[in-house]
């Protein structure tokens, strides 16, 4: 059983405007996030955590969409880790190694049923797997006046993406502790981290971009166009 919480309580402070409900190909670009999921064989439900004031349009969308794996719209928590967090009380059998769930970006609308798929089977393997892509560019580290301090080797660096696929029963213990300690964690991949727990890299090999500045949005635009 693969359940997936799609998370879409974030502010868009960076662009400058709801990127969640901007228009991509005619749809709200978080319209596409969740239509993947509900378009996956795999999926068996959906939870989607937003902002306590985006409950409402959220359900409108849902029934403009036909999301019926749909199984809850939740209010989100003040940083990503607590809207995870919320999304995975309303997760069931939570001492069942065969439950899994995939945690994903509402901001990332060009995932794939296919990614999804082979991540969750991935982490079927493994227990905790990510969808993640080598970094290629050259990287440097810069000093407090935004100058080249120094270079960093991307030998072995890959950038983390989503869907983050894990055990259900891995992914509770590793939140219980960050919350326990009161920390934050900006992805599911760091809890896991901090519980000693291995993750599975998966690389897509498709562009599975998350939409932070007004230009990815028109980069998206053109991807999808092109796909389809």
């Known amino acids: 059983m693969l359940t997936a919480i799609i998370v879409a309580?974030?502010?868009?402070?960076?662009?400058?405007?709801?990127?969640?409900?901007?228009d991509l190909g005619g749809r709200p670009v978080?319209?596409?996030?969740?239509?993947?999921?509900?378009a996956c064989a795999a999926v068996d439900g959906i939870v989607l955590v937003t902002h306590p004031e985006k409950e409402s349009p959220f359900r409108e969308l849902a029934q403009r969409e036909g999301w019926t794996k749909l199984r809850a719209v939740l209010p989100g928590g003040a940083q990503?880790?607590?809207?995870?967090?919320?999304?995975l009380q309303t997760v069931g059998g939570g001492d069942v190694p065969e439950n899994y769930v995939a945690v994903h970006d509402g901001a990332r609308p060009l995932v794939t049923p296919g990614a999804i798929t082979r991540c969750l089977e991935l982490a079927q393997t493994t227990g905790a797997a990510c969808c993640a892509s080598p970094v290629t560019d050259t990287l440097k580290r810069a000093d407090a006046?935004?100058?080249?301090?120094s270079g960093v080797d991307r030998t072995n660096l890959w950038a983390m993406q989503t869907p983050q696929t894990f055990s259900l029963p891995l992914l509770l213990r590793a939140y219980r502790a960050v919350i326990d300690a009161g920390e934050i964690v900006t992805d599911e991949t760091s809890a896991l981290e901090r519980i000693g727990q291995?993750?599975?890299?998966?690389?897509?090999?498709?562009?599975n971009l998350k939409i932070t500045y007004p230009q990815d949005l028109e980069l998206a635009r053109h991807l999808l166009a092109t796909r389809q």
């Open 198 to 207: 291995p993750v599975a890299l998966f690389n897509s090999g498709d562009f």
């Open 9 to 22: 309580a974030g502010t868009s402070q960076r662009m400058g405007f709801d990127k969640l409900f901007a």
């Open 145 to 149: 006046q935004g100058r080249i301090a």
């Open 80 to 87: 990503r880790h607590l809207s995870v967090w919320n999304g």
């Open 30 to 38: 978080v319209a596409w996030s969740v239509a993947a999921f509900q």
